[in-house]
């Protein structure tokens, strides 16, 4: 199964998937803002609440992001410490790719950022117009899982022009 989707569907077809994922979540993308989900009973909550819930369960969660988050994000960030020691997060400037990869089964590759305009949960009026991919095609998720882990792994980083804006640097390989 290969689906494009675009605008709306990346809440409804990606976001909520994540409350769902069992061993492994991995997600790369440029920008972070506070975002928000909606559970079970309507109510909202923050998408960090559910990746709190989630590495209580245990389940692996890597975040790589290209710049700090702004500051709504980063007040949500302090609400759930087993985030702090739980969850894998580098930062890497140069990063603009936006994958979702869910329990190594299922990838999102596309345009949308880990936003609430980027992932289609703001009015119709404020969301962003993005596009991608999902699919649980096992070329393409190994291919983007094997890039993202060069990246996490910092392959990259001996070479890298953009050190000096590094500011939480990958350990150099």
């Not at 803002?33 to 609440?49: G, H, I, M, N, R």
């Not at 990246?151 to 150099?172: A, M, N, S, V």
């Amino acid at each position: 199964m290969t689906t494009y989707i675009a605008d709306t569907d990346h809440y409804s077809k990606v976001i909520a998937q994540i409350p769902k994922v069992r061993r492994l979540l991995w997600i790369a993308t440029s920008d972070l803002k506070d975002l928000y989900v909606e559970k079970k009973d309507k109510s909202v909550a923050p998408f960090l609440q559910v990746l709190n819930d989630l590495v209580k369960r245990g389940v692996e969660v890597r975040l790589i992001h290209a710049k700090e988050p702004g500051q709504a994000f980063r007040e949500d960030f302090d609400k759930y410490p087993a985030l702090w020691s739980k969850m894998e997060r580098r930062l890497c400037p140069r990063v603009h790719m936006k994958i979702v990869v869910i329990d190594s089964e299922l990838v999102y590759i596309g345009s949308a950022n880990l936003t609430g305009a980027g992932m289609g949960m703001k009015s119709a009026t404020n969301r962003n117009f993005e596009a991608g991919i999902l699919t649980d095609e096992p070329g393409f998720i190994d291919a983007a899982m094997s890039h993202f882990d060069s990246i996490w792994e910092g392959t990259h980083c001996k070479q890298c022009g953009r050190k000096d804006f590094c500011l939480d640097r990958i350990k150099e390989k």
